[in-house]
């Protein structure tokens, strides 16, 4: 079984790469979901959570964290920023190890594994090759402009939370510019997983 890294930096196209990689047949990981999960009341992630970023992060009405406030909290501090991943990096590794020996089980060959801090977080370790999708800071913009009704101001505070791409692009196997017309893409791609 190959497990393929996808990283990049926010909205540079790493769900559009993951996507046609499971149309020509890989099992699917998404480290941002499994995240999410280790938020959820009655985990260990949760109470660490809470117990390092107070009450006042959550949502009384469902006992939820609330994860944009969360966002803001750590997005505007990077300390703070490093004291959530020590918490939720060790969880969510572990949670993908799992869905990992899973598929390994039923026979996979090819598993993708998105995750936009996979080099931040140390998951490469787990991979056989990084993918790292770049666009034009520009394009990211607007794109998450769009589709998440962001600000550049939003957008730039999460790129800059992250590696910087020139670091990236060190970590990283092959490239795939996604500010690329879609089906120029979509042939990298195939292109890549036809040589996995």
């Known amino acids: 079984m190959k497990i393929v890294g996808v990283t990049g930096l926010i909205g540079s196209g790493k769900s559009t790469v993951c996507k046609m990689m499971i149309d020509f047949g890989a099992k699917y990981i998404n480290a941002d979901e499994i995240g999410h999960n280790i938020y959820l009341p009655n985990t260990p992630g949760y109470d660490a959570v809470i117990a390092a970023f107070g009450d006042s992060i959550i949502d009384f009405r469902n006992d939820l964290i609330n994860r944009k406030k ?3 909290i750590v997005f505007e501090d990077y300390d703070k920023l490093k004291i959530l991943n020590k918490i939720t990096h060790p969880l969510i590794e572990e949670q993908i190890k799992e869905k990992l020996s899973q598929y390994k089980s039923e026979g996979a060959d090819v598993v993708a594994l998105e995750a936009a801090l996979l080099i931040d977080a ?3 370790k787990i991979v056989d090759r990084v993918w790292l999708t770049t666009a034009p800071i520009d394009v990211i913009v607007e794109r998450l402009r769009k589709s998440r009704g962001m600000t550049r ?3 730039m505070r999460r790129i800059n939370a992250q590696l910087p791409i020139g670091e990236l ?3 990283a196997d092959d490239v795939i510019s996604t500010a690329n017309p879609i089906n120029v893409v979509f042939e990298r791609v195939k292109y ?4 996995i």
Do not use: G, P, T
């Open 70 to 72: 969360l966002s803001n």
């Open 122 to 124: 140390k998951y490469e």
């Open 153 to 155: 101001a939003d957008v």
């Open 169 to 171: 692009r060190e970590h």
């Open 192 to 195: 890549l997983y036809e040589h």
